[in-house]
Structures are given as C-alpha cells and as structure tokens.
C-alpha cells in the first residue's frame, strides 16, 4: 500500500525557516517523481515544486522561487522541502504528492497524496 | 500563464440525480503528438487530501465508481456524477498538466 507521511509543519514568524519531510513506503521511490502542493485555510490548491526521481529536474512555482528548496534522498525514501524567508501568505497545509509516470521529467496529474502538515507563519 | 476557471462555483443536487461540473481552460491543454488532454479531476472531502478521480480527461482511476465520469477536449471539460451519492460531497477540482500544474478554483457539491 502506498503511503506519504508529511512530517515538519508548526508555527513560525515571518522571515523564519522550516524543514517539511514526506516519508515514502510501499512502492519504489526512487523510480518517481514527488510533488509539493499546498492548500491555504480555506483556499484551494496550489503546486509548490517538483522533484524528479534523480534529482536531475526541479521547477518551482514563482511564489516560491528562491525561497524554497526541494530535495529528496532515495536511500532514505524520503522528500524534503525546505522554506526560508517565509510569509504569511505561505501559511497552509502542505502535501506531498507522486507523479504517477515512473522516471518521468514532466508535469503530471498526482495519484497519491500524503495527509499534509499544516505551517502556519504568524508573529 | 494557463487559466483554469470552473463552473458553478457550487451545486446542490438530490440524491440519484445528476451532477455536472465544467471546467475550462485559457489556452488548450490538448497536446497535439499523443492526442491527449492533459486533464485531471479530484475529490476532496473535507479534512482529507485530495483524491485523484480522473486524468487524460476521461480515464477514470483504478476503484473510482463507474458513476464519475470526465469529457471534453481542448479547452472544455466536463466532470459529470450520474447518480449523486451521499458520500459524493465533497469539492472537486480540475487540474491541468500541459504546462506548470494548474488546479481550478474547486466546485462544492451538496445533497439538496
């Protein structure tokens, strides 16, 4: 069974840091590529970035370029997005999310999505 | 930049009957060498991730009920619910994956 555990999230003052991670189990990670995508209270749905399965390919929404760092480490099974200078406008849950292509280095849809974790930036 | 706007905003249908959501796109999300739409449809209920209904705008997901459906091309899609369960209640949004992943701003659908 495919499951994505979001880990990271909590409160923090504007300008602040936070690492988020997603654990990976129940299918090859390494073969996939991993997605963040956030949703603010109440809002709807907005992709953060994206991470192909070597690490080769990375994009980033505009909103979150040059503040955001996604990574991820294959041996670990895990995906990692680390946020600097952050907002309050960056306030929401955050999910972790595959790319059902396996090696792909395209956009796509998302087939499996972990619960989230939710970062709240506030002073 | 690709704008997705979705149709009504919400709905609320009775029990059995028929729900249709619509979800159109600034520019077509058709890719010409395949032939495909790069559509997709998910649910969400509240308090849990979204979940994944439909992609290539009308190829329904492995345990999705045969009552969901998706259509359209180009710039016009349609996510259709034959018979509104109880359980379909939920917000539903279109996403689009020709270029830089794009949601729809979400439908919420009720039980009148």
């Known amino acids: 069974e495919v499951q994505l555990v979001e880990s990271g999230g909590g409160l923090v003052q504007p300008g602040g840091s936070l690492r988020l991670s997603c654990a990976a189990s129940?299918?090859?990670?390494?073969?996939?590529?991993m997605n963040w995508v956030r949703q603010a209270p109440g809002k709807g749905l907005e992709w953060v970035s994206y991470?192909?399965?070597?690490?080769?390919?990375?994009y980033y929404a505009d909103s979150v370029k040059g503040r955001f760092t996604i990574s991820r480490d294959n041996a670990k099974n895990s995906l990692y997005l680390q946020m600097n200078s952050l907002r309050a406008e960056d306030t929401a849950v955050y999910y972790c999310?595959?790319?059902?292509?396996?090696?792909?280095?395209?956009?796509?849809?998302?087939?499996?999505w972990g619960q989230g974790t939710l970062v709240t930036v506030s002073s | 930049d690709i704008v997705m706007t979705q149709s009504p905003d919400s709905l609320a249908v009775s029990l059995g009957e028929r729900a249709t959501i619509n979800c159109k796109s600034s520019?077509?999300?058709?890719?010409?060498?395949?032939?495909?739409?790069?559509l997709a449809w998910y649910q969400q209920k509240p308090g849990q991730p979204p979940k994944l209904l439909i992609y290539?705008?009308?190829t329904r997901e492995s345990g999705v009920p045969d009552r969901f459906s998706g259509s359209g091309s180009g710039t016009d899609f349609t996510l259709t619910i034959s018979s509104l369960q109880a359980e379909d209640v939920a917000v539903y949004y279109c996403?689009?994956?020709?270029?830089?992943?794009?949601f729809g701003p979400g439908t919420k659908v009720d039980i009148k």
């Open positions: 996403q689009q994956y020709y270029s830089t992943p794009l």
């Open positions: 999310a595959r790319d059902p292509t396996i090696f792909g280095v395209a956009h796509s849809f998302f087939d499996y």
């Open positions: 129940g299918f090859t990670f390494s073969s996939y590529s």
């Open positions: 520019q077509s999300v058709l890719y010409s060498s395949n032939n495909k739409n790069y």
């Open positions: 290539w705008a009308s």
């Open positions: 991470i192909s399965s070597s690490s080769s390919t990375i």
